[in-house]
């Protein structure tokens, strides 16, 4: 028994760290993006990137997932399942480039960028070869082949970061103090401007799929219709929540632009979305946390499963981790005036009012991940798809009243009530099918202080020095110390 869950934890930690790794190497260079680029101009890249995640799950439509379904039944052999879902992504996605490649301008048009129709073909390649890959990836996965995985990723990951460096940091600042050398005048065109993110990008996913061509063209087998079917009706419910989750994360941006276009000129438009970007950015500090403890937790609550205390560990797993989202919460926002400098142009600064919203939005998110175990453990799977797409009901319609409104402070109320809802209804729906007793006046007390702590010193107002943060120091270091005298371990008197 020990032996599979140590080669489960180590599986667990191997792919978490190369996906926590990547999005935090790509999360350091908003700093650069910021820096380089006016706010209406980054809007271009946050709104672009929103489109990305929508078509990614939809041209994947939850057949990584299948794969590792059906690869695993006895019915079907291994090698007939790999080809035959590598066949049907390979159709569907050179179908979606082509069809981009036919109609660049119309759509080019319809995204407000008459005069970029080149940003349509980049996204469809980087696209549609991302999710080609998507499956010899969880072949390596299936095959246990992590070494190579690790290193297609991070090749990809490298590729990217080097190159955005490339551009942005060497080439875009030499050319603007009027220095020139052979790679610039040979590799930097000033008027590609934000296009420069997404050829590093279209570079990196081609490395990545000629990395994994190998593993493509051992797709020789037979391919089955019948199979195919089978698979296609077993992940269409997970490509519907696929498409909730990220209705949730991404349709803000699209429809900041699409709503607020009706009253703001374009560049105003892109110029809040650049902002609101931006702005989000930094309360992903909680989402990598959350990231990285999903990586770890699920596996750990699987096989905690038979323990005859295992509901009680969920629990006190509950509540540390909360501990640490309230810490992380206090510590961002006590020390935003330093934090903030991770996005370097003033002009963004003015987003930074959604930062706290956000940074509550993604706690409740984090505490319904932490939640969902209750649907996973019971088999009742249908009430995660059932809660995803209520969520992805509440963003969509929050989005439509508030934004005309408030403008992207709207997206991120309703980011907050669409996480916070979620957890609620994940929360009544638990009481009924897999009850856990969480420590509630606990999880209250530790956010109620961490947010009560904040808005005193919001009220307080110490001015920008010594005083101020050697304060919120002392603070960030008493909540601690009320959290370690609560939680420390109780001496047993006999």
């Not at 799950?57 to 080809?83: D, I, N, P």
């Not at 080439?171 to 050398?181: F, H, M, S, V």
């Not at 995803?388 to 439509?400: D, E, P, Q, S």
């Not at 702590?453 to 008493?478: D, T």
Request: aromatic share 18%; glycine share 6%.
């Amino acid at each position: 028994m020990s032996n599979p869950l140590k080669k489960l934890a180590g599986q667990t930690a191997i792919y978490g760290l190369t996906s926590i790794v990547g999005r935090l190497l790509t999360w350091f260079l908003v700093p650069l993006y910021t820096a380089q680029f006016t706010p209406d101009q980054y809007g271009v890249v946050t709104e672009m990137y929103a489109y990305v995640a929508f078509l990614v799950v939809f041209l994947t439509y939850g057949m990584e997932t299948a794969f590792f379904r059906y690869s695993t039944l006895k019915e079907h052999e291994e090698k007939t399942v790999y080809t035959t879902v590598i066949y049907s992504l390979i159709a569907t996605s050179f179908s979606f480039i082509l069809i981009s490649f036919l109609f660049e301008q119309p759509i080019a048009n319809w995204l407000q960028y008459p005069n970029n129709p080149e940003f349509v073909t980049w996204f469809a390649i980087i696209v549609g070869l991302d999710a080609v890959s998507s499956i010899p990836l969880a072949k390596l996965r299936s095959d246990n082949k992590a070494v190579k995985f690790v290193f297609v990723n991070f090749a990809n990951i490298i590729v990217f970061v080097g190159l955005n460096l490339f551009f942005l940091a060497y080439c875009l600042p030499k050319y603007t103090a009027g220095e020139t050398n052979w790679l610039i005048e040979n590799f930097y065109n000033p008027e590609i401007g934000v296009g420069y993110v997404f050829i590093s990008n279209l570079i990196a996913v081609c490395v990545k799929f000629l990395l994994l061509l190998p593993e493509i063209l051992k797709a020789r087998y037979q391919f089955e219709l019948s199979l195919l079917k089978k698979m296609f009706i077993y992940a269409l419910p997970l490509l519907i929540f696929g498409l909730a989750g990220i209705v949730n994360e991404t349709i803000d941006r699209i429809m900041l632009k699409r709503i607020l276009l009706e009253t703001k000129g374009l560049k105003e438009t892109m110029s809040e979305i650049g902002i609101y970007g931006a702005c989000y950015k930094i309360s992903i500090i909680i989402t990598l946390f959350i990231q990285a403890f999903r990586y770890a937790a699920e596996p750990f609550f699987f096989s905690q499963e038979k323990e005859e205390n295992a509901k009680e560990t969920y629990a006190k797993v509950m509540t540390y981790f909360v501990i640490v989202c309230a810490t992380i919460f206090l510590g961002v926002m006590l020390f935003m005036d330093v934090i903030k400098y991770f996005i370097p142009n003033e002009e963004y600064w003015v987003g930074l009012k959604v930062v706290p919203i956000l940074l509550f939005a993604n706690i409740a998110l984090g505490i319904y991940y932490n939640q969902s175990i209750w649907y996973k453990l019971s088999g009742k799977t249908k009430f995660g798809a059932y809660i995803g797409i209520f969520g992805a009901a509440v963003t969509v319609l929050l989005n439509f009243l508030w934004i005309p409104e408030f403008g992207y402070e709207g997206s991120a109320w309703a980011t907050l009530v669409c996480y916070g809802s979620m957890m609620l209804l994940s929360f009544i729906l638990s009481r009924k099918h897999y009850p856990i007793k969480y420590n509630l006046p606990k999880i209250f007390l530790y956010l109620g202080l961490a947010f009560g702590l904040y808005f005193l010193m919001e009220y307080l107002a110490f001015p920008i020095g010594v005083l101020k943060y050697g304060v919120h120091s002392l603070v960030v270091l008493g909540f601690l110390a009320i959290i370690f005298f609560l939680e420390r371990p109780k001496k047993v008197v006999i």
